[in-house]
C-alpha cells in the first residue's frame, strides 16, 4: 500500500489550500482517514479525521479545536481521495502534514497516530505572515 500527499506550499497568512491524499493498494472509502502535521521541534498531532465511509459511522468526524472552523476534511469516492481544505490559514498552522489510513475496515476514525497503519511522507505546508 501507498499513501501520497499533495497540495502543500506557501501561502499567505489568511489564505487558502486544498490538501489531497490518495492511496494505492486498497479503497479509501472502506477506511478511516486522518490528517496530522508535525512542526519543527514538536509532537505530530491530530488535525481533522473522517471515519470509514460504512453507514453507521459516516458522518463521525473529529478536528483540532486549533482549526475549528477553519479546516474541512472530505472525502469525494468518484476519485478515492481524502482532501483537507484549509481556510484563513494562519503562520502557527505552517507544518508538514501527513495523511494517514487505517489498517483496519470500517472504523471510527480518531486523532490518535497509532490508530493508523499507513502513511504518506508528508507536504509542507508554508504560510507566510
Known amino acids: 500500500s501507498n499513501v501520497v500527499e499533495s497540495g502543500g506550499g506557501l501561502v499567505r497568512n489568511g489564505g487558502s489550500l486544498r490538501l489531497s491524499c490518495a492511496a494505492s493498494?486498497?479503497?479509501?472509502?472502506?477506511?478511516?482517514v486522518g490528517w496530522f502535521r508535525q512542526a519543527p521541534g514538536k509532537e505530530r498531532e491530530g488535525v481533522e479525521c473522517?471515519?470509514?465511509?460504512?453507514?453507521?459511522?459516516?458522518?463521525?468526524?473529529y478536528y483540532a479545536d486549533s482549526v475549528k472552523g477553519r479546516f474541512t476534511i472530505s472525502r469525494d469516492d468518484t476519485q478515492d481521495a481524502v482532501y483537507l481544505q484549509m481556510d484563513s490559514l494562519k503562520p502557527e498552522d505552517q507544518a508538514i502534514y501527513f495523511c494517514?489510513?487505517?489498517?483496519?475496515?470500517?472504523?471510527?476514525?480518531?486523532?490518535?497516530?497509532?490508530?493508523?497503519?499507513?502513511w504518506g511522507q508528508g507536504t509542507q505546508v508554508t504560510v507566510s505572515s
Open positions: 494517514a489510513v487505517d489498517g483496519r475496515m470500517f472504523r471510527e476514525c480518531a486523532l490518535l497516530t497509532n490508530w493508523y497503519k499507513n
Open positions: 493498494g486498497f479503497t479509501m472509502d472502506y477506511y478511516a
Open positions: 473522517i471515519s470509514s465511509s460504512e453507514r453507521s459511522i459516516d458522518e463521525i468526524n
